[in-house]
């Protein structure tokens, strides 16, 4: 008891060190009880990641992104909160309170050493690359444009957005296809909005105030099914989502053992089963 007791002791005192970043949390997914009747309460290793909290990966998303991250009464689930949870705790890691916060924050949070772990559904490109390591591929998507099923534009192809207003969310690759756009003079410099998120972005488009949106297509198929906007063509960009990590981060290798693991014992599948059919 008495050794327990000392390291118990560092992990709560880690946890109020780390108040200010738990601060931003969105929901508390995965921990074990508190509480070991030591008289020191939460004993459960909560760390930051930073320094010695080794044991610990704390995992960031940004939701409003479903099925891969989004909130149902008031909690964060999605197919990347599932997926992540699972390849921490097979790689024999605790898995931290998840950090839900905006997209075009991940990438500085992970480097900055607030979060350890990004599970966003992220696109694993070569600019991202620079700053941030990838995990293995673990979903493949295009980009779409979507609009409103309520009004009058359905654009076939890229020369149809000529003159309208166009949307994305901040620091995505559906914002870089936009800004392409834009530069090949398709689209107005003025008439681009870029969104926080892209559940806005969808309400802005069920709402008339965007012509269209450039999302992912699993995304964009999972609003159709339950808002007023429908996909009116695919851009095709061939991309990969990765789990990112620090570049000095080796537990990465353990992440990329467990996603094979999970691939390999039906678990994957299972979890496409449970967020896309
Ligand atoms: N796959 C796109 C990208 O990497 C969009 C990701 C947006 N993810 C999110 N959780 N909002 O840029």
Known sequence: ??????????????????????????????????GNGNGNGNGNGNGNGNGDGNDVIVPGTASGFPPFEYTQDGELVGFDVDLAEEAITRAGYEVGDWVDIEFDSLIPSLTGGDIDLVAAAMTITDERSEQIAFSNPYYEANQSVLVSSDGDFAPEGESDLEGQVIGA????????????????????GDDYRQYDNYTLAVEDLENGNVDAIIIDVPVANNFADSRSVEVAF???????????????????????????EI???????????EYFE
């Open 1 to 34: 008891m008495a050794r327990k007791f000392s390291m118990d002791r560092r992990a709560y005192l880690k946890t109020v060190g780390a108040a200010g970043t738990t601060a931003a949390v969105a929901g508390c997914l995965g921990n074990g009880g508190n």
């Open 169 to 188: 969310q901040s620091g995505t690759t559906g914002a870089a296809e936009a800004e392409r756009l834009i530069e090949e003079g398709v689209v107005d």
């Open 263 to 273: 691939r390999e014992d039906g678990t994957y599948e299972d979890l496409v089963a």
């Open 234 to 260: 695919v851009i095709e960009t061939g991309e990969e989502y990765g789990l990112g990590m620090r570049q000095d981060d080796d537990r990465i290798g353990d992440i990329n053992d467990a996603l094979a």
